[in-house]
């Protein structure tokens, strides 16, 4: 595999012995007096409120400082990767190679860049972008999908900030909870909990989504409205992984129903406001023309020929997901909507329906993400 990761690290002369007890020493080592010392944010991510990368989620969490783990740090270049593995003085460990790359995260509460182990980020961006409460192998798709978003992200940068490679906020990379967060949000469960998140870390060890022997461009979302979208009818780009597939079960979600009242003024207004369309509030329900994707979202909507995209009207209004219908009413427009989030990829909660009707973390990802390979990064 052809990576040019540039910025990794990988620690020599550290091996964690992976043993049935790996789960108590990371909680211990968390909770710890030598381990990482956490800030508690302000708030906690609402119930629910789970999400997806760059589309919506859960607020950004306090970043833990970077573990004190390394004795010696190379710079794991090309030619060590296209090898399969690091060569000369560098051991790679047998078990948890998570634990041996060094990523740089921008935490956006303090505005630092502060390095962690890929192990260490993945458990507090699948705690920010999944419930505990959801199936193992739900977890395990997630912890992958999260994974991979990290390594694409290593031969470039975080967009928020140049000299990382992630960021804490999930409105630019991914959601992060610091593990003093989830010692706050889980109380008594806390340990639990963790335990199952770095399960899902730790038995997926290294594992990202390849296509063409490079990490895909993940993304993935909260709630589908019974489908997702191929990624070209979302976003700009084509990318061929991405396709409209079935994603059932999600029907009595909370997230899958949602709704916004706007009297015809207001809708009007925000039009003009927010998109630069005039139109009278008289002639909206003649002058609308909809087209959708095959996933059941808006692609357009036009306004007397002036056209936008679904996901333009989405963010003007605030709706939860571009799959919405207008239904123009005596007083008011009401507008009806289904699923929440982007579409594009793995819905969670879809993946954890899967999970529950049996299926692997594979089955899960091999579902969302069309024709990927399942490797591991080294
Ligand atoms: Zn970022």
Known sequence: MRLKLVNIFIIFCFIIPFTASMYINIITAFAGTSAPVLSLPEQSPAAGSYGNNAANGTPSQELPEPPQKESNIIELNDEKLSNGSVSGDAIVPENLLDESVIIKVFDRSTNEVVEMTLHDYVICAVAGEMPATFELEALKAQAVAARTFTVSHLKSSCSSNAAAHVCTYHGCCQAFVSVDRMKKNWGAQFEE??????????????????????????????????????????????????????????????????????????????????????????????????????????????????????????????????????????????????????????????????????????????????????????
């Open 193 to 378: 909990k963790l335990a199952k998140i770095t399960a899902a870390v730790e038995q997926t060890d290294s594992l990202v989504m390849l296509y063409n022997d490079l990490p895909i461009t993940v993304f993935y979302f909260s709630t589908s409205n019974g489908y997702t979208d191929a990624c070209q009818d979302v976003f700009v780009k084509n990318l061929p992984y991405y396709k409209s597939v079935e994603s059932p079960g999600e029907e009595t979600a909370s997230g899958y129903y949602s709704y916004v009242k706007l009297s015809y003024k207001e809708f009007a207004d925000t039009l003009f406001s927010k998109l630069g369309i005039a139109v009278s509030e008289n002639d909206i329900e003649n002058s609308v023309s909809i087209t959708r994707t095959d996933g059941g979202r808006v692609k357009s909507i036009s306004f007397n020929g002036k056209s936008v995209k679904g996901t333009q009207i989405r963010t003007a209004f605030g709706l939860k997901s571009a799959d919405f219908h207008l239904t123009f009413l005596e007083d008011y427009i009401l507008i009806e909507v289904y699923g929440y989030g982007h579409g594009v990829g793995m819905s969670q909660l879809g993946a954890n329906y899967m999970a529950k009707q049996g299926n692997t973390f594979c089955d899960i990802l091999n579902h969302y993400y069309i024709n990927v390979d399942i490797k591991s990064y080294m």
